[in-house]
Nanobody, 124 residues
Framework: QVQLAESGGGLVQAGGSLRLSCTSS????????MGWFRQAPGKEREFVST?????????NYADSLKGRFAISRENGKNTVYLQMNSLKPEDTAVYYC????????????????WGQGTQVTVSS
């Protein structure tokens, strides 16, 4: 049994920053991939970023978010962060943490574990 829990969402003005956290419980994610996805009302869940919890911690980002968002890990605490800078109103969405047993892809359907989501709202 694996549980993921996100935190750190909230309301922020355009141009501001937030840091989201995702902590796992149950099984460890020592050799797993973890990432962030987001879903706005009426839209499908979309890829934000992933990081490998093994080796060098290879990161991947949606092209449109590269340079503004940064993912990082703390393996010893089973925690992954998403630093969100220069936020825009179009970043408003529910942000989900996800885990994957093998590989580190970009498709929501391939991830095995999901958190409950945390709301990020960016005002203009």
């Amino acid at each position: 049994q694996v549980q993921l829990a996100e935190s750190g969402g909230g309301l922020v003005q355009a141009g501001g920053s937030l840091r989201l956290s995702c902590t796992s419980s149950g099984r460890t994610f020592r050799n797993y991939c973890m990432g962030w996805f987001r879903q706005a009302p009426g839209k499908e869940r979309e890829f934000v970023s992933t990081i490998s919890l093994w080796g060098a911690g290879t990161t991947n980002y949606a092209d449109s978010l590269k340079g503004r968002f940064a993912i990082s890990r703390e393996n010893g605490k089973n925690t992954v962060y998403l630093q969100m800078n220069s936020l825009k109103p179009e970043d408003t969405a529910v942000y989900y943490c996800a885990g994957k047993a093998s590989g580190c892809g970009r498709f929501p359907a391939t991830f095995d574990y999901w958190g409950q989501g945390t709301q990020v709202t960016v005002s203009s």
